[in-house]
């Protein structure tokens, strides 16, 4: 059985609640209320993020990485307890912040510090809902798919999640996909990103090679459900090994032929997993 964030932040939720009433039973009324407030929080949490309704944007995290204020007063409880969590767990287990798993592509956990960003001033695409963007990490292109802890990004998420990526990479920048720990979500969006630059011919493919570069990294049924539906209905096909697609793109009024997955002429990039030309700037 996987033990999801939902059931987690229902077992938090009643934890909280007993300790409520057993305060107001003892006649702390007072003391006893910002447990219930924080027992309604992790209720309300715990409903958003089931599988039937999965609803990340209840926390109001911004396209740019931030939080409104409301969200911040609101549910100021569980924002800053994942992050206390985060913390504590990043100390205990001594992993590496961050893992290459290609070249020019990283997969890893939250960075609190540019110590913890991979080097090159990569390009971000952030797949959590309740940690911030770092102010440390405002300079770098930044890409934001929030999902909750546990959960996926579905199909369109990552396909929109890979086509920037995969810009990035043509203009040789590197790419730092990350969730919380790096174990899950980022792995995610990782898999396709692998697929979708020819490195692999397929998500599980991906998934072994991650595994090899960063051993702690464990996807869920939600997690592969995903991949298998992104895999089915993706537009585009992967370059393979030996047998490199051909795509053609007008370079002025000149046809070019451009080969590989991402690609440059002097003035046009040419994306083949993105189906896009765009101006090299």
């Not at 959590?128 to 890409?143: K, Q, V």
Request: aromatic share 12%.
């Amino acid at each position: 059985m996987e033990v999801g964030i939902s059931f987690l932040g229902g077992l938090k939720a009643a934890a909280l609640f007993l300790f409520f009433a057993f305060l107001r039973s003892f006649g702390f009324a007072l003391l006893s209320l910002p447990f219930l407030y924080a027992s309604l929080v992790s209720l309300l949490v715990s409903l958003a993020s089931h599988p039937s309704i999965n609803f990340p944007q209840l926390l109001g995290k911004n396209p740019d990485g931030s939080f409104p204020m409301w969200s911040i007063i609101i549910f100021s409880t569980y924002l800053y307890f994942a992050r206390a969590f985060f913390v504590i767990r990043r100390l205990r287990s001594g992993e590496a912040p961050y893992s290459e798993i290609c070249e020019g592509v990283y997969v890893g956990g939250w960075p609190s510090s540019l110590d913890e960003l991979p080097p090159g001033e990569p390009a971000i695409v952030d797949c959590t809902c309740e940690l911030p963007r770092r102010p440390e990490s405002s300079g770098h292109p930044y890409f934001c798919i929030p999902t909750w802890d546990t959960r996926s990004p579905g199909p369109r998420q990552i396909e929109s999640a890979v086509k920037w990526a995969c810009r990035k990479r043509a203009r040789n920048r590197p790419v730092f996909i990350h969730c919380a720990f790096g174990h899950g979500r980022s792995v995610v969006v990782s898999c396709a990103l692998l697929v979708a630059l020819g490195v692999v011919e397929d998500w599980k493919s991906a998934e072994r090679i991650i595994k090899e570069r960063r051993p702690c990294i464990w996807m869920n049924g939600h997690h592969r459900k995903a991949l298998e539906e992104w895999s089915k209905h993706r537009l585009s096909s992967p370059e393979k090994n030996g047998d490199r697609e051909i795509r053609t793109a007008l370079n002025g009024s000149n046809p070019t032929v451009l080969e590989l997955t991402c690609l440059k002429t002097p003035d046009k990039i040419f994306c083949t997993s993105c189906s896009i030309v765009e101006s090299h700037l």
